[in-house]
């Protein structure tokens, strides 16, 4: 299995500097395992989205799209459940 390139967009890097410290490592690693597999156990693919996933992290979620052809994954927003989908 190919190893998947990350893009982690400007508003999702932005995110993480605003997020306790005790939980980034935790994001961060689960970040760096979507590029083995960006269909771990537990993601769900969003409605009425085309290739976008989600997965948990405790109470926050990462929001990311998969992109087949070009063998990338885009992480587009990291934010608390309560405000992420919004």
Same mark, same amino acid.
């Given at each position: 299995?190919? =190893?998947?390139?990350?893009?982690?967009?400007?508003? $999702?890097?932005? &995110? @993480?500097?605003?997020? +306790? =410290?005790?939980?980034?490592?935790?994001?961060?690693? $689960?970040?760096? &395992? @979507?590029?083995?597999? +960006?269909?771990?156990?537990?993601?769900?693919?969003?409605?009425?989205?085309?290739?976008?996933?989600?997965?948990?992290?405790?109470?926050?979620?990462?929001?990311?799209?998969?992109?087949?052809?070009?063998?990338?994954?885009?992480?587009?927003?990291?934010?608390?459940?309560?405000?992420?989908?919004?």
């Amino acid at each position: 299995m190919e =190893k998947y390139r990350l893009v982690v967009t400007q508003t $999702a890097e932005k &995110a @993480l500097y605003k997020l +306790p =410290k005790k939980i980034v490592p935790k994001i961060l690693g $689960a970040i760096q &395992a @979507l590029s083995l597999n +960006p269909y771990p156990f537990g993601c769900r693919k969003l409605a009425g989205e085309h290739d976008t996933f989600r997965i948990r992290v405790q109470t926050y979620r990462i929001i990311y799209e998969v992109h087949e052809t070009t063998i990338e994954i885009k992480v587009l927003k990291i934010g608390h459940r309560k405000d992420v989908y919004r």
